[in-house]
């Protein structure tokens, strides 16, 4: 297994139209590599135990399409070629061709919908508050006239900025260039609260250097549910993929990975988030669906 590191910018618009009508199974047949990206801190969907070591749900899940890639193309050892993805850059090279499938901590929304194709939805969320319990931030209106911080290319910066807007709150919201960042901009006390998928937040406090300085508040604002991301108009590799995943929902599989993430002690610290399966996402296994977030 082969990782690279993150590319420059420069490199995003390259090849765009080749990979606009992509056949994903033929191009790993050909060249005998498939490129997996990763999130290196969206704990416990894509994060880093170590360097060039990705671990977590949506990886387990990226893992188990690699095994069915490997039989369809008839390719038993395939080049695994893994690639670090930000907020902002992950559908850009997924369009280009860069990456061919991203299992992270993606929302699936009409808008993105646009550009890439999702799978088949396999967790739900929405964006609330981490701040330090000094603060005493326990819901949004506490934030008028604060700093708030969230990350660049996320679907929770636009939420808290029309928010914002329409409440009226005054509040300033700057960027981290990833969810690690973000939160360092709450402990360096530039910002008295980070704004992110609920998930997301409980996963940097269990790994905060004292997680018992943290809390998790605010109502959630919206729902939104998370897919594996892959190019447009490649019926085939969609249906391999929805196919492993609605596959695992029903053997039990996907059962027992959510016990292994979210019920059980996870690493680097191993603290047990103890988040039991939403009823939302417990009817998805029932019948399975790609359906966007408005």
């Known amino acids: 297994m082969k990782y690279v590191p993150l590319l420059s910018a420069s490199l995003l618009t390259l090849g765009v139209a080749a990979a606009a009508h992509a056949d994903t199974l033929k191009k790993v047949a050909d060249s005998g590599k498939l490129t997996l990206a990763y999130r290196e801190s969206s704990v416990p ?50 369009v280009n061709g860069t990456i061919d499938l991203e ?22 969320t929405g964006t609330r ?15 008028e006239n604060k700093t708030v911080a969230s990350t660049t290319g996320t679907t929770n910066s636009q939420v808290m900025r029309k928010y914002n ?22 402990e360096g006390d530039r ?3 980070f704004a992110m998928d609920d998930i997301l937040l409980f996963g940097l406090m269990a790994n905060a250097k004292n997680p018992a300085e943290w809390e ?5 604002l919206q729902v939104e549910p998370y897919a594996c991301m892959l190019r447009k108009d490649d019926p085939k590799f ?16 996907f059962d027992r990975l959510y ?34 977030a408005l």
């Open 45 to 94: 969907f894509s994060y880093v135990e170590g360097p060039g070591k990705p671990l977590g749900f949506s990886m387990d899940i990226a893992n188990a399409v690699v095994q069915e890639v490997k039989k369809r193309t008839g390719k038993p050892v395939l080049e695994i070629e893994y690639i670090p993805v930000t907020s902002q850059n992950r559908i850009p090279l997924l």
């Open 165 to 186: 807007a329409d409440k009226k709150l005054n509040m300033q919201i700057i960027l981290g260039k990833d969810h690690a960042d973000s939160m360092l901009l709450v």
């Open 238 to 253: 969609k249906a391999l993929v929805d196919g492993v995943i609605t596959g695992m929902m029903k053997s039990g599989e």
């Open 103 to 124: 299992c992270g901590s993606t929302t699936n929304n009409s808008t993105r919908a646009k550009d890439v194709s999702f799978a088949i939805n396999h967790f739900y």
């Open 259 to 292: 016990k292994k993430w979210f019920m059980s002690p996870i690493p680097p610290k191993n603290i047990n988030l103890n988040l039991p399966m939403s009823a939302q996402l417990r009817d998805s296994l029932k019948a399975p669906s790609d359906k966007p």
């Open 216 to 220: 998790v508040v605010g109502d959630s």
């Open 129 to 143: 508050l981490l701040a330090k319990k000094s603060s005493r931030i326990k819901n949004y209106a506490d934030l």
């Open 191 to 193: 910002a008295v609260a």
